[in-house]
C-alpha cells in the first residue's frame, strides 16, 4: 500500500502577532508542499482561544485552490454542529466545483469549549448531532431523491442540492477521532474515512491500538462494508533536519508557547502539566513515539513503530506548527518529502537495485569496459602504422 502523506492545519500562530501576515504564511506553506509532492493538506475551524484562525476552512482552501495544482485539500475539520447540514453539503460541492475535484470533507463535533459555548450548545449533544448531520450530508451528497427531515436542531423540507460533486460519487469523507471511541464509530457507520487528530498524546496513541475495532463493529453493525485502512490518517508533529541535535535546537525554544501558553493555559487541556524546557517536551514525545523531532532516519523509524502499533494506516498528516523560522520549517517538509515519503511510496526500490547490481558487478563491468579501451587503442595504434 503506498502511504500517503500531508499536512494538518489547525493553524497554530501566537496570539498578538499580525493575522493577516500568518494566513498569508499559511497559504504559502500550501503552495510549497504542493511543490513537494504532498498528497493533501487540511485547516480547521475555530472560533475562539486567539491561535486558531481559521473560520471557514472552505474559504481558507478555496484561496488555497487557486494557488496550488495536485495536492487535494480538506476541511479539517468543520464542526456539524455548528451548521446546518444542507449549508455544508453546498459549501463543499462549491470547493470541489472550484478545485476541479480537489475537496475533501473533515467533519468533527467541535474541538474547543469556548467555541461551542459561544454558540449555546450543550457539550452532550455535540457528538449526536455530528453523526445526525453527517449522515444528512452524505444523503444529500449522493442522494437523487429530495429529502425531507426534522430533528430538533434543523429540518430540510423536499431538499436536494443544486449542484452534484464534481468527484464521483462524492469527495472523500473522514470523520475526527481524538480519544472516545465517538468519531471511529460514527466513520464505520457512515462509511467514512478517519482522522486521528491525537496521535501525539499518550492517550491518543493508546487509542490507536483499539480504535480500528470500533471502527469495524460499527461498520458491521450498519451494514457497510469493512473500512479500509488505506483511509485512515494519523497526526503526528514533527520537524527534520541533517542531525539530531539540530532539529531539537531549531525548535525547543517555539514548541514552548505552543504547549505552556496555548494547549495547557489557554485551552486547559487536562492531565497535562507545564514543561521547564523545550528539549524536556521534545524528548518526551520522541520517547513516545507520538512526535518527530530529528533526522530523516529517525522519521523512517518512528513510522515503521506506528504502522505496527495500529496495525496499518494509509495517510500520515504532519500536524503544523510555527516553533522556528520559516526557513527551517520548510526545509523540515523538504526532508520529509525527499528521504521519508520514497520509502513509504516504494519510490526508490528499483533504484536502490539497480545500484547494488552495479556495485556488486563493479569489477567485472570495468575490465569488460578496460578490455574495450584497451583494443580501440590497439587498433588505432595498427591503423596508424599501416
Same mark, same amino acid.
Given at each position: ?12 500562530? #501566537?496570539?498578538?502577532?499580525?493575522? /493577516?501576515?500568518?494566513?498569508? #504564511? ?23 482561544? !486567539?491561535?486558531?484562525?481559521?473560520? /471557514? ?7 488555497? !485552490? ?32 472550484? =478545485?476541479?475535484? $480537489? ?10 469549549? /469556548? ?7 450543550? &457539550?452532550?449533544? %455535540? $457528538? ?6 453527517? !449522515? ?48 471511529? *464509530? ?14 501525539? *498524546? ?7 491500538? =483499539? ?17 479500509? $485502512? ?19 535546537? +531549531? ?8 504547549? @505552556?501558553?496555548?494547549?495547557? @493555559? ?6 497535562? %502539566? ?11 514525545? @520522541? ?6 523531532? !530529528?533526522? &530523516? ?26 516553533? *522556528?523560522? $520559516?526557513?527551517?520549517? @520548510? ?16 519510490? =526508490? /526500490?528499483?533504484?536502490?537495485?539497480? #545500484? ?7 569489477? +567485472? ?22
Amino acid at each position: 500500500m503506498r502511504m500517503q502523506f500531508g499536512v494538518f492545519m489547525a493553524p497554530f500562530h #501566537r496570539a498578538g502577532e499580525h493575522p /493577516s501576515l500568518a494566513l498569508q #504564511r499559511d497559504l504559502d506553506l500550501f503552495s510549497w508542499l504542493d511543490e513537494l509532492g504532498y498528497d493533501e493538506v487540511w485547516a480547521g475551524e475555530h472560533h475562539s482561544g !486567539g491561535w486558531e484562525l481559521i473560520a /471557514s476552512p472552505e474559504l481558507f482552501l478555496a484561496a488555497a !485552490g487557486e494557488r496550488t495544482t495536485n495536492i487535494r485539500l480538506g476541511t479539517g475539520v468543520v464542526s456539524l454542529p455548528y451548521h446546518h447540514p444542507f449549508h455544508v453539503a453546498d459549501r463543499i460541492v462549491l470547493l470541489d466545483h472550484l =478545485t476541479r475535484g $480537489r475537496a475533501m470533507l473533515g467533519v468533527g463535533p467541535g474541538a474547543l469549549p /469556548s467555541d461551542a459555548y459561544m454558540f449555546g450548545l450543550e &457539550p452532550t449533544t %455535540q $457528538r449526536p448531532r455530528m453523526d445526525e448531520a453527517l !449522515g444528512i450530508i452524505i444523503r444529500l451528497l449522493t442522494e437523487d431523491e429530495p429529502i425531507t427531515y426534522k430533528s430538533d436542531w434543523f429540518e430540510l423540507h423536499e431538499a436536494r442540492l443544486q449542484l452534484k460533486p464534481y468527484q464521483r460519487p462524492t469527495m472523500p469523507i473522514a470523520v475526527a477521532s481524538t480519544i472516545s471511541p465517538a468519531g471511529m *464509530t460514527a466513520a464505520g457507520k457512515h462509511g467514512a474515512g478517519m482522522l486521528s487528530i491525537a496521535s501525539y *498524546t499518550e492517550e491518543g496513541l493508546a487509542a490507536v491500538e =483499539t480504535q480500528w475495532g470500533f471502527c469495524e463493529e460499527a461498520a458491521r453493525a450498519a451494514g457497510k462494508p469493512p473500512p479500509d $485502512r488505506a483511509d485512515w490518517r494519523l497526526v503526528v508533529p514533527f520537524h527534520l533536519s541533517e542531525t539530531h541535535e539540530q532539529a531539537v535546537a +531549531d525548535v525547543e525554544e517555539g514548541i514552548l508557547p505552543w504547549y @505552556n501558553e496555548y494547549l495547557i @493555559n489557554t485551552l486547559g487541556a487536562p492531565g497535562r %502539566q507545564p514543561v521547564e524546557t523545550g528539549r524536556q517536551l521534545i524528548d518526551g514525545m @520522541n520517547a513516545l513515539g507520538g512526535g518527530i523531532v !530529528g533526522t &530523516p532516519d529517525e522519521a523512517i523509524e518512528c513510522i515503521q513503530k506506528l504502522q505496527k502499533l495500529s496495525g496499518g494506516f494509509g495517510c500520515l498528516l504532519g500536524l503544523a506548527n510555527e516553533w *522556528t523560522t $520559516r526557513e527551517k520549517i @520548510n526545509h523540515s517538509y523538504e526532508l520529509m518529502a525527499r528521504y521519508v515519503m520514497p520509502e513509504f511510496q516504494d519510490l =526508490t /526500490s528499483w533504484i536502490k537495485r539497480s #545500484r547494488d547490481w552495479t556495485l556488486e558487478n563493479k569489477d +567485472d563491468l570495468m575490465a569488460g569496459t578496460q578490455k574495450a579501451l584497451d583494443k580501440a587503442i590497439a587498433d588505432h595504434d595498427q591503423g596508424a602504422k599501416g
